[in-house]
């Protein structure tokens, strides 16, 4: 096979073990699609709970990511939302029915038949791939191609989990000071937030970075916060949070649950819960949910902290991630 014809790739060939460095067939896209050259792909840490089988329906051998940013070489037929040369950006969203009641509420994010990049859809841990050109975005100006992954899933998944904390909150915690909340921190400072950042104890390296993004106050998840807070949004895939999350929001506080994937909830008295307090859970992302942050995100201006590999260190990245070593986001640079 022709070298042009092919790609570099990083694919998990079965959960629970490293990815592999293989070269594929450069795809091609079909109707509706547009073949993307990747510039860049964040890593999340859903890429870890599809690596480690918590995620049961992934597409096996696969390639991973889903915080893709990079520019169209070629289109596929009815495609005119995207020209050759564009730079866009693809998320975990991949398609949806766009028939069945939840599509049809705008609740696409809760569609049965929906696909997910990097998980049913080979993603972006490759030198190419190919998207629904509908569920691409235009990418801002003023941001790099590294700069803007993050924002694809880690910022999408903040930002509908911090529209899930309801109106009119001045005082917001944060649990697990990562990729996604460093954004969102950002974002409710914006809006003159209070920003509370609950980090493992003892990690100051973390929470002088939460401080360093305009939080005012900052200190372990087994800590307790000066005064009440109006919501929680736990970040970090530990049940063991919630009611933790629960005891520090006031009453008819909520406190939302933003991963794919958390450990076992503990049981926990009925009177953390009393007072009209709730506990929601975020799913996926919508169209909508994308347009609204890449609109906000110059007004802020939202910076991303990233930490960049190549992508034959994929593994690398996602073992940092998993170690908890970073502060920001990982990026791979095919």
């Known amino acids: 096979m022709n070298s042009k014809e092919v790609m570099q790739a990083m694919v998990l060939e079965k959960a629970g073990s490293p990815l592999v460095a293989?070269?594929?067939?450069?795809?091609?896209?079909?109707?509706?699609?547009?073949?993307?050259?990747?510039?860049?792909?964040?890593?999340?840490?859903?890429?870890?709970?599809?690596i480690d089988g918590d995620l049961q329906d992934a597409k096996l051998p696969l390639i991973l990511g889903h915080e893709i940013v990079g520019q169209v070489v070629k289109t596929g037929d009815n495609v005119n939302s995207f020209k050759s040369g564009q730079r866009v950006g693809v998320p975990w969203l991949g398609e949806t029915c766009g028939r069945c009641d939840f599509c049809l509420r705008g609740e696409e994010n809760l569609c049965s038949s929906a696909h997910y990049t990097g998980y049913q859809i080979?993603?972006?841990?490759?030198?190419?791939?190919?998207?629904?050109?509908?569920?691409?975005?235009?990418?801002?100006?003023?941001?790099?191609?590294?700069?803007?992954?993050?924002?694809?899933?880690?910022?999408?998944?903040?930002?509908?989990?911090?529209?899930?904390?309801?109106?009119?909150?001045?005082?917001?915690?944060?649990?697990?000071?990562?990729?996604?909340?460093?954004?969102?921190?950002?974002?409710?400072?914006?809006?003159?937030?209070?920003?509370?950042?609950?980090?493992?104890?003892?990690?100051?390296?973390?929470?002088?970075?939460?401080?360093?993004?305009?939080?005012?106050w900052a200190g372990g998840s087994d800590e307790l916060p000066p005064e009440p807070l109006d919501a929680a949004i736990i970040f970090a895939p530990v049940g063991d949070l919630v009611p933790a999350a629960l005891q520090v929001v006031r009453p008819g506080g909520v406190v939302v649950c933003a991963g794919i994937h958390m450990s076992d909830i503990p049981s926990f008295p009925y009177a953390q819960l009393w007072e009209e307090r709730s506990i929601r859970s975020v799913a996926n992302l919508t169209r909508r949910d994308g347009q609204e942050l890449i609109n906000l995100a110059p007004k802020v201006p939202l910076r991303t902290s990233i930490h960049t590999y190549p992508l034959r260190k994929a593994n690398d990245a996602i073992q940092d991630l998993r170690q908890g070593n970073l502060t920001g986001a990982a990026v791979l640079i095919p």
């Open 22 to 50: 293989q070269q594929l067939p450069i795809p091609q896209p079909g109707k509706g699609q547009v073949l993307i050259r990747v510039n860049a792909c964040g890593v999340c840490r859903t890429d870890l709970h599809v």
């Open 122 to 216: 080979d993603g972006g841990f490759a030198e190419y791939t190919v998207a629904d050109a509908r569920y691409c975005f235009a990418l801002p100006d003023g941001y790099g191609d590294a700069e803007a992954a993050p924002l694809l899933c880690a910022g999408l998944i903040g930002y509908r989990s911090y529209r899930m904390c309801g109106t009119g909150i001045r005082r917001l915690g944060l649990y697990g000071f990562g990729a996604s909340a460093h954004l969102i921190a950002q974002v409710a400072v914006y809006d003159g937030v209070a920003v509370y950042a609950f980090t493992r104890p003892l990690d100051e390296r973390k929470q002088s970075f939460a401080h360093s993004l305009g939080a005012v």
